[in-house]
């Protein structure tokens, strides 16, 4: 190995950096940086979603996620272009399926052109970023991407040109103590043959759209509940099938009958490979159906 010395200007030796542990402005959900939601377009809910999260970062108590995906880490602004929706569409669903009549405080403000902020022209993209220097907001929501640009999607420079902008912008935030995301809301390709669930490889369009972006939600809507694969870069990932918060519905996760056969038999100095064996389940099964209890607050 050749002698230790300084690194050169503009360097960090790894074994001198600080570690950084992740970022949330909701934790375990919304990281912060680029961040994407992707999804059939119909019944998936993604903007239903983005919603909720920009309800709950402007301190607002929304219902749609359980209990244990609500605590939020930031209180501060949301801008959200949206080609798909006005504001006064949104403030219907926010209040007749979210459940959160909207406040007219200024946290939470809608385009009203959306197309002014249109993402391929740089002339646009300096607009839409000018107007983040001016509202500081803790998140940015494109809704969806496809609508608000006319690139070649597979063109992962054109892609990269175009979004990098805004996650540099979050990132920097970050940097200074304020968590900060751009979340992308986007269809998939079509599913392939055979296939039951989308996955992240499915996005429509080049593959770097998960390369860049700090964290994906990939969303497959079943007849009476949802399946959302979460991938993060920089923390721990998950798969949960929700009932979401919708017209009243309470939200929570769905429990199988292998989660009832472990909430039964579970107790707080039980051994789970003595479980498993008894139940006739894997430990690693017996283990998710514990951590999955735990979060719906059925064991401590």
């Not at 599913?191 to 996955?199: H, I, N």
């Not at 920089?234 to 949960?240: D, S």
């Amino acid at each position: 190995m050749s002698e230790p010395h300084s690194p050169p200007a503009g360097w960090t030796d790894i074994g001198e950096a600080q570690p950084t542990p992740p970022n949330w402005l909701i934790r375990d959900l919304l990281p912060d940086g680029l961040v994407g939601i992707t999804g059939p377009a119909k019944k998936a809910r993604k903007s239903a979603m983005a919603l909720a999260m920009s309800l709950m970062v402007t301190g607002k108590t929304c219902n749609l996620f359980p209990p244990f995906m609500r605590t939020t880490m930031v209180d501060g602004h949301v801008l959200y272009v949206s080609a798909e929706a006005t504001a006064g569409e949104m403030a219907y669903t926010a209040r007749r399926y979210l459940g959160t009549p909207p406040i007219a405080d200024g946290s939470l403000l809608i385009a009203d052109d959306p197309w002014q902020f249109r993402l391929d022209k740089a002339e646009a993209r300096k607009r839409m970023l000018d107007v983040m220097d001016d509202i500081q907001p803790v998140l940015t929501i494109f809704d969806p991407i496809r609508r608000l640009h006319a690139l070649d999607e597979n063109d992962s420079g054109a892609m990269s040109e175009m979004m990098y902008p805004f996650r540099q912008w979050a990132k920097e935030r970050s940097e200074n103590g304020q968590p900060t995301a751009v979340l992308w809301i986007h269809h998939p390709r079509k599913m392939k043959e055979g296939a039951t669930k989308l996955t992240i490889d499915d996005i429509r369009g080049t593959g770097d759209w998960a390369g860049m972006s700090d964290g994906m939600l990939v969303v497959n809507p079943a007849p009476n509940y949802w399946t959302i694969e979460a991938v993060f870069k920089r923390a721990t990932g998950w798969t949960r099938d929700l009932i979401l918060g919708l017209g009243g519905e309470v939200a929570r996760e769905v429990i199988t009958s292998d989660d009832r056969k472990v909430h039964e038999a579970y107790g707080p100095d039980v051994d789970i490979d003595a479980l498993a064996r008894i139940l006739k389940m894997s430990p690693g099964s017996v283990r998710e159906s514990v951590a999955k209890l735990a979060r719906n607050e059925m064991i401590k």
